[in-house]
């Protein structure tokens, strides 16, 4: 099992940045993939950024590039997410996710283990 704990979030003004972190421990693998999903109010959770331990491979939606950098400290087994230039739209919980092996996915149900989230409101 792997066990991820986000932190980070909170309530800023549009156009601030905050920092996510995403700590895992438990069955971690140094070929894994690690991803930032969010839920918007009332919507369906959505890819947002990826990063491949072993390569450092990233991958972003269109919509975060640009503003979003993912981040992963390979000692501290913490992955991060800069996010700056923060819109209200980006208002959501966010929710890291890993999967134990070296491929990118950007939809949901390829990752098998998830962290409880973390709230982000911005505010206009």
């Known amino acids: 099992q792997v066990q991820l704990v986000e932190s980070g979030g909170g309530l800023v003004q549009a156009g601030a940045s905050l920092r996510l972190a995403c700590a895992a421990s438990?069955?971690?693998?140094?070929?894994?993939?690690m991803g930032w999903f969010r839920q918007p109010p009332g919507k369906e959770r959505e890819f947002v950024a990826a990063i491949s331990y072993s390569t450092g491979k990233t991958y972003y939606v269109d919509s975060v590039k640009g503003r979003f950098t993912i981040s992963r400290d390979n000692s501290k087994n913490t992955m991060y997410l800069q996010m700056n230039s923060l819109k209200p739209e980006d208002t959501a919980v966010y929710f890291c996710?890993?999967?134990?092996?070296?491929?990118?996915?950007?939809?949901?149900?390829?990752?098998?283990?998830w962290g409880q989230g973390t709230q982000v409101t911005v505010s206009s």
């Open positions: 438990g069955r971690t693998s140094s070929n894994s993939v």
């Open positions: 996710a890993a999967r134990l092996d070296s491929l990118i996915y950007t939809r949901v149900n390829e990752y098998p283990y």
